[in-house]
């Protein structure tokens, strides 16, 4: 392995399959970022969603989608910035395709996909052969990622730095308007028959640390998929209405279900129900 592999794979200590395969997506993510600064994405759009959290704000738990968003509406080429993220990974010896989503229906969100099989990718990260040879033939990794092309307005924005595998910058939302856009996952996201237990899990890291929802992002965000009227301003009483309504119609035992592969401790889990998260409705704070 070389040295810049080895530089990436150190950060994790991994022990289980679970553990390797997350690192493995991981690093993947983290090289798919430096190839999009490469090609200077980053004057045209800004990171956020759980993998934000998780790589630049030490989340503790894995995420699997990266997701991007415009400054500004316009249409964009994906192609020269997929091909920064195939050629990425490939200088590091990764065997992955990097290929864009074919569209069904028109919508402004532009998706594509990094593949690749998982075994032989392992093998490049040390993981032990042992370990490798659990899993079924064939399993791929797929991370997906997504642009929105016509982002809500109010959002900020932030520089952060990653050192390695070289010092590199990425563009991303700040800390406040990051929740607002879990705020309007948690409240509008149709879950059909599987809650996004992911969701609930990063609500709490928020609130641990006291950071604000930024109220303005957050209402053009309800307002574009329509779950706000714009003749009204939303306000902190009404949000909290909104999640308490909200936490009595969630299937948490779902939710649970849904993130206990990106945790390590399943006992994090043990509180959670339509109570839990309604007593702690009140911790949440506004940045106007």
Not at 40 to 69: C, N, Q, V, W
Not at 71 to 78: C, H, N, P, S, Y
Not at 180 to 193: S, T
Not at 198 to 203: A, G, I, S
């Amino acid at each position: 392995m070389n040295q810049a592999l080895r530089s990436l794979i150190d950060r994790y200590q991994p022990r289980t399959l679970q553990d390797w395969e997350n690192a493995l997506k991981e690093i993947v993510q983290e090289l798919a970022l430096l190839g999009l600064w490469r090609a200077k994405f980053y004057e045209h759009a800004a990171f956020y969603g759980g993998t934000a959290l998780r790589i630049f704000h030490g989340l503790p738990r894995f995420s699997e989608d990266m997701d991007f968003s415009l400054l500004a509406a316009k249409d964009i080429d994906l192609a020269p910035y997929l091909e920064a993220i195939r050629v990425e990974l490939a200088s590091l010896g990764f065997t992955f395709a990097v290929e864009p989503k074919v569209k069904q229906v028109t919508t402004a969100i532009e998706s594509a996909f990094i593949k690749g099989e998982t075994r032989v990718n392992l093998l490049l990260i040390g993981a032990p052969e042992e370990l490798r040879q659990r899993l079924p033939k064939p399993q791929r990794i797929r991370i997906k990622l997504e642009v929105d092309t016509d982002p809500p307005a109010g959002a900020h924005y932030e520089v952060q730095t990653l050192l390695v595998p070289i010092p590199f910058q990425v563009k991303l939302f700040t800390l406040p308007c990051l929740f607002a856009g879990k705020l309007h996952a948690v409240l509008c996201r149709n879950w059909k028959a599987r809650v996004k237990g992911r969701d609930f899990y990063d609500l709490i890291w928020y609130l641990g640390r006291g950071i604000p929802c930024h109220l303005p992002h957050l209402q053009k965000r309800m307002e574009q998929t329509g779950h706000w009227d714009s003749a009204e301003a939303l306000e902190l009483p009404a949000l909290k209405q909104l999640l308490r309504d909200r936490f009595q119609v969630v299937d948490f035992e779902q939710a649970k279900a849904d993130v206990r592969p990106f945790i390590r401790e399943d006992a994090e889990l043990a509180l959670w129900n339509g109570d839990f998260f309604t007593g702690l409705v009140d911790r949440l704070e506004a940045e106007d």
